[in-house]
Nanobody
């Protein structure tokens, strides 16, 4: 399965962005991770085929992960963005709903989100 992430950009703090991850085929779990400059990649959110979601504490209440199975597409709606949300965001597909990157076998190329103060 190939993944294509899009929707990143420059936004002011407090603003919103929606990321999209288009998959070339059916996936069970679709996750979002991010990597800020000089930091390790970290888990953001994940959504199962049935729509169950799990979020990192740092984004809970601000980000919403969803998917459209008919389109093999996942979304990450990001609201109330903070400067510390600045990172390259990656989508990933895997066979389990997990916050561990090793649980995902397919990764997209990443899309940059920059939040200015």
């Amino acid at each position: 399965v190939q993944l294509q992430a899009s929707g990143g950009g420059l936004v002011q703090a407090g603003g919103s962005l929606r990321l999209t991850c288009a998959a070339s085929g059916r996936t069970f779990a679709m996750g979002w991770f991010r990597q800020a400059p000089g930091k390790e990649r970290e888990f953001v959110a994940t959504v199962s085929w049935s729509g169950g979601t799990y979020y990192a504490d740092s984004v809970k209440g601000r980000f919403t992960c969803s998917r459209d199975n008919a389109k093999n597409t996942a979304y990450l709606q990001m609201n109330s963005l903070k400067v510390e949300d600045t990172a390259v965001y990656y989508c990933a597909a895997g066979s389990a709903v997990t916050a561990t990157s090793r649980g995902y076998s397919n990764w997209g190329q990443g899309t940059l989100v920059t939040v200015s103060s």
